[in-house]
């Protein structure tokens, strides 16, 4: 009747692909079940007036999403590259000593000038 592969006498026990689909409804639905179901809802849509051409705007759609994506992911390696480069160079620097003279006190010796600033016009 349908084109559908048999159960293999092995596997007797199924999981269960959506346990809260309805509450109340106990169904032991597999994902045999729901690829069944699935065929039928998509069947019956093909046939509803205008939906070849939802399809192929969803397609479109779906199409540059995957450009924008490869874009991002290609953008992404670039600044992975960079940021290891300047890493790089940071590691073969020697770190600053910190100007004893420059410090006001009662500050922190690794505070920035500009933040120093702040903290004493917010005191």
Do not use: C, W
């Amino acid at each position: 009747m349908f084109l559908y592969p048999p159960k293999k006498p092995g596997n007797t026990k199924s999981m269960p692909a959506m346990p809260g689909l309805l509450p109340g409804l106990n169904l032991q639905l597999d994902a045999d079940h729901l690829q069944l179901l699935g065929t039928f809802v998509m069947m019956g849509l093909s046939r509803r007036p205008g939906f070849k051409e939802e399809m192929e705007q969803m397609m479109a759609f779906l199409t540059r999403m995957q450009e924008a994506a490869e874009a991002i992911s290609v953008h992404m390696e670039t600044v992975q590259k960079e940021f290891q480069k300047v890493k790089a160079k940071m590691a073969e620097r020697p770190p600053r000593a910190i100007s004893q003279e420059g410090r006001k006190e009662g500050m922190p010796p690794h505070l920035n000038p500009l933040l120093q600033h702040l903290f004493r016009l917010m005191s």
